[in-house]
């Protein structure tokens, strides 16, 4: 007499193939979502970054655009030339780049079309003159 043992083997392998076969699905799964998720946090950190320094070259251009009489103007420990100062016509502008200590790069523009002044900061995530792929750009501006 055959013992029934023998042809439950194979079935006990195709369940455990089975049981690895989900885990390790389940398991990739939680992997790529947390990839993603790392990514997406890196992301918003490096557009805070963009973002705080539009902020403070913004701030540095209005305390000097309302104190006039200050001299000579500097942000962030750096002189600002009289030239890139003055507003230029509407179209070109005048601006400058200037590292912000806080991390990343403001790139201002200021210019004048006959009736306001209108300044804008550009923030980077990174050094002024970087080809990083990965840039990341946040824009303010105010009129007066």
């Avoid at 509407?90 to 306001?116: E, H, K, Y």
Wanted: contains cysteine.
């Amino acid at each position: 007499m055959k013992n029934n043992s023998t042809k439950q083997k194979g079935a006990v392998l195709l369940i455990a193939i089975l049981v690895s076969s989900v885990a390790l699905a389940v398991g990739f799964g939680v992997y790529n979502r947390t990839y993603k998720e790392l990514l997406f946090a890196s992301f918003w950190k490096q557009t805070q970054i963009a973002f705080s320094a539009a902020d403070e070259g913004l701030e540095c251009v209005l305390y000097y655009q309302i104190h006039t009489t200050v001299s000579p103007v500097t942000c962030f420990g750096v002189t600002i030339a009289p030239a890139t100062w003055t507003p230029g016509n509407s179209t070109t502008g005048s601006g400058f780049n200037l590292d912000v200590p806080s991390g990343g790069c403001v790139n201002i523009r200021v210019a004048w079309n006959g009736t306001a002044t209108t300044t804008e900061a550009r923030g980077y995530n990174d050094a002024c003159g970087s080809t990083n792929p990965r840039r990341v750009e946040r824009g303010l501006g105010f009129s007066f």
